[in-house]
C-alpha cells in the first residue's frame, strides 16, 4: 500500500492549484486522510484533515481558501487551494490511516491497520 500526491507547481500570488494523492494497494478501507506542509527550516504542520464519514479540519492558516475532500471510490484525497500566498510555500505531504488487506492460503481474510503512512510530498511554490 502507497500514497502517491502530485499536482504541486510554481504559481503567482493569489492563484490555484488542486493536489491529488491516490491510495494505491491491497486497501480494504480509508480512515482518516491529511494533508501536511513543511517549508525549509521549518517543522511539518497539518494543513488539513478528513474522516471517512466527511468530517474535515483546517490549520486557522488555511481557513476560507483551502478545501480538502475525497473520493472514496477512487482512493483519491484533494486539496483545492485558492488565493495562495508566498507563505504556503512548502513540500505538501498526503498522510492517512489504511486497513490493508490480505488473504491467507485459505482464503480468509486479515486486515492489518496502517497507521500513518506517508506519500513522497510535492512541491508547492508560490511567488510574490
Known amino acids: 500500500v502507497q500514497l502517491q500526491a502530485s499536482g504541486g507547481g510554481l504559481v503567482q500570488a493569489g492563484g490555484s492549484l488542486r493536489l491529488s494523492c491516490v491510495a494505491s494497494?491491497?486497501?480494504?478501507?480509508?480512515?482518516?486522510m491529511g494533508w501536511y506542509r513543511q517549508a525549509p527550516g521549518k517543522q511539518r504542520e497539518l494543513v488539513a484533515t478528513t474522516t471517512s464519514g466527511g468530517s474535515t479540519n483546517y490549520a486557522d492558516s488555511v481557513k476560507g481558501r483551502f478545501t480538502i475532500s475525497r473520493d472514496n471510490a477512487k482512493n483519491t484525497m484533494y486539496l483545492q487551494m485558492n488565493s495562495l500566498k508566498p507563505e504556503d510555500t512548502a513540500v505538501y505531504y498526503c498522510n492517512a490511516d489504511i486497513d490493508m488487506k490480505e488473504y491467507g492460503v485459505d482464503q480468509t481474510l486479515t486486515l492489518t491497520r496502517l497507521s500513518d503512512l506517508w506519500g513522497q510530498g510535492t512541491q508547492v511554490t508560490v511567488s510574490s
Open positions: 494497494g491491497n486497501i480494504f478501507s480509508i480512515n482518516a
